[in-house]
């Protein structure tokens, strides 16, 4: 594969037709996920019972969580646009071979289980590689543009995704949607294949040792340096603060309140609207000064609005909080990802990334069953407090360490 080196282009990144390359296939990627999960969740409770869906969905969590951290050293030993494109070619190759067989036969459980095993391998090796990806893509000040982009694209594909999944499933069954899943995959191979790659940054890394070595160099790398380290607990602390109330919460609070299965869309398009209006702030100005100190304070900010919800009685004060919510956390976690893009050493990026999945889509999900058991122990408004006291001891923790709270975005 032949590399070419880019110099420094003089548009900004959303102008910069190599990185919206990047963005489209990204965004494709992410709307094949959603249809694919929908799709899938669908096709298992229709063949067997909600607790056989939960099984399937677990099997491809539990793949992802395992071997993200391998996933981030495949990342950095062989480049992360080879494994992003050949995620993506099995990701495609596997949803449309499940298509065809769901239009020829009727595949068990247990053939919709070793396509979702499949899926969380592969999510191990994309995850770490798609983010260590925008350094070779676009000039170091661009990166927090870049950013807020992949943010732009996070959320379009989840807001539009279920419903498109599942309109496919209306109107041609699970066939259709794993079949518009796996085009958007194979979409995204050859908008991957056009970009132009700059230069790796030189390092003194050594790239002749065996894949555990590398492993434990990234690790230590990680724990030596003295803002990524605090980063990660950062990022670990608010997502288990902040993921149990946004989804078992959420959906005791719209039970309680009788605002349906509507309620809760309501609410959820309220935090996308919110935290897309945050990636949309940094896509546009590139650089939010003291961005450290930025994001610890509106962590903090957003916890009491977290502690609010459960306390909300009225559906359009509830969506009003939500979009705070998605405001104040979703800037503060774009800004510590573009402080991990910005100062991260390139060579070491896919590791690093690996471990704030990790922390995020890894080990957040635990807290589910724990929040869960808490409500039904204590009660809503207890179990949001402590969520709440979470988060905001990741913003008060980026606020009095030094290295996070003088951190800055490159100019």
């Not at 071997?67 to 950095?76: F, P, T």
């Not at 592969?122 to 927090?144: K, M």
């Not at 294949?193 to 050594?206: D, H, I, V």
């Not at 945050?278 to 930025?294: E, F, H, Y």
């Amino acid at each position: 594969m032949t590399t070419t080196i880019v110099t420094a282009p003089a548009r900004a990144a959303h102008r910069d037709p190599n990185v919206l390359r990047w963005v489209g296939a990204y965004t494709a990627s992410t709307l094949g996920d959603s249809i694919y999960y929908l799709a899938l969740s669908w096709t298992v409770v229709s063949t067997g019972t909600p607790a056989q869906a939960g099984l399937v969905m677990a099997v491809s969590a539990v793949p992802r969580a395992l071997l993200m951290l391998g996933g981030g050293v495949v990342a950095d030993r062989l480049g992360p646009r080879r494994v992003v494109i050949g995620s993506d070619a099995v990701r495609s190759l596997v949803v449309l071979g499940l298509a065809a067989a769901l239009l020829l036969t009727s595949p068990g459980l247990w053939a919709l289980a070793a396509v979702a095993l499949v899926f969380g391998v592969v999510d191990a090796l994309f995850l770490p590689a798609v983010g260590a990806l925008p350094p070779r893509i676009a000039p170091h000040d661009q990166l927090a543009r870049i950013q807020g982009l992949r943010g732009l694209a996070y959320r379009c594909g989840a807001v539009l995704g279920a419903p498109l999944g599942g309109l496919m499933v209306a109107l041609g069954g699970p066939t259709a949607a794993f079949g518009a899943a796996g085009l958007l995959f194979a979409l995204s191979v050859p908008l991957l294949s056009a970009l132009r790659l700059g230069p790796l940054p030189a390092t003194g890394e050594a790239r002749d040792g065996t894949a555990l070595s590398d492993l434990v160099d990234g690790l230590r790398y990680l724990r030596g340096h003295r803002l990524l380290g605090p980063l990660m607990i950062i990022v670990l602390l608010s997502d288990l603060g902040f993921v149990g109330p946004l989804n078992v919460g959420l959906a005791v609070l719209a039970e309680q309140r009788d605002w349906g299965a509507s309620g809760i869309g309501w609410i959820l398009a309220g935090f996308g609207t919110g935290a897309g209006a945050a990636s949309l702030l940094l896509t546009v100005r590139g650089r939010v000064p003291r961005a450290g100190a930025v994001s610890g304070l509106t962590m903090t900010v957003g916890a009491l609005a977290i502690g609010a919800l459960a306390s909300t009685t009225l559906l359009p004060a509830a969506v009003a909080v939500a979009v705070a919510i998605g405001l104040l956390a979703g800037l503060s976690g774009a800004l510590c990802n573009a402080l991990v893009q910005t100062h991260c050493d390139p060579a070491y990026l896919g590791r690093v990334t690996a471990v704030s999945g990790l922390c995020s889509l890894g080990l957040a999900p635990l807290s589910f069953p724990v929040t869960g058991a808490a409500i039904g122990l204590w009660g809503l408004g207890p179990v949001y407090a402590v969520s709440a006291a979470v988060c905001a001891l990741s913003g008060i923790y980026g606020l009095v360490v030094p290295a996070v709270r003088r951190a800055e975005l490159p100019r």
